[in-house]
């Protein structure tokens, strides 16, 4: 779930609202110090700010029992990164760090069981500029959803992945990837 900046502010002031009408009612003389130090708690909300993350998408893959699609942008894939791709096909929705070199990093995303004529698109990848906190080395992963006109007639339900690979020269300063999450697809 994603919050505006006015939707956090009102959020803010409600929560500070409360914490001073507790405060003015009711308040006996033990309950004084319990009030003072529930507002030093209360911190304003910090505004994150998200980069884009520069990714290739190698792979888009539906596998069912009775067929398998795939779209492929490069002819040749290294066969350890494509066995380790292969293995996890049918895989929950989610994405997954598959395998890291040198100088990329490949992720399977997976959509999860979709009607066959269903597919994904990637909306966005993107990460905290500034990696503290909860965000420090997560990577935020965006879908759509989409019509794929290239399996309308097929049967049934298929697992739909796809493998993306990123640049660790496109990730923020210091950033790893230890955290993937998705949003986006049913």
């Known amino acids: 779930m994603c919050i505006g900046?006015?939707?956090?502010?009102?959020?803010?002031?409600?929560?500070?609202?409360?914490?001073?009408?507790?405060?003015?009612?009711?308040?006996?003389?033990?309950?004084?110090?319990?009030?003072?130090?529930?507002?030093?708690?209360?911190?304003?909300?910090?505004?994150?700010?998200?980069?884009?993350?520069?990714?290739?998408?190698?792979?888009?893959?539906?596998?069912?029992?009775?067929?398998?699609?795939?779209?492929?942008?490069?002819?040749r894939l290294d066969p350890d990164i494509q066995q380790l791709y292969d293995d996890s096909v049918n895989m929950a929705p989610g994405g997954w760090v598959l395998k890291e070199t040198d100088q990329e990093i490949y992720i399977l995303v997976s959509g999860g069981q979709l009607p066959s004529a269903q597919g994904f698109r990637i909306a966005s990848v993107k990460m905290a500029r500034e990696q503290t906190g909860n965000e420090k080395d997560h990577l935020y992963i965006t879908l759509a959803s989409q019509e794929d006109d290239g399996t309308e007639g097929y049967p049934g339900q298929a697992s739909v992945t796809s493998l993306v690979n990123i640049p660790k020269s496109g990730l923020p300063d210091g950033a790893v990837i230890h955290g993937v999450s998705m949003t986006g697809v049913d």
């Open 5 to 75: 900046s006015g939707s956090r502010r009102l959020m803010f002031m409600m929560i500070v609202m409360m914490i001073l009408i507790s405060g003015c009612y009711g308040q006996g003389s033990d309950e004084s110090d319990y009030a003072g130090s529930v507002t030093e708690e209360v911190r304003e909300v910090q505004k994150i700010d998200y980069v884009q993350v520069p990714y290739t998408q190698l792979l888009y893959t539906k596998t069912s029992p009775e067929f398998t699609w795939e779209f492929r942008s490069i002819e």
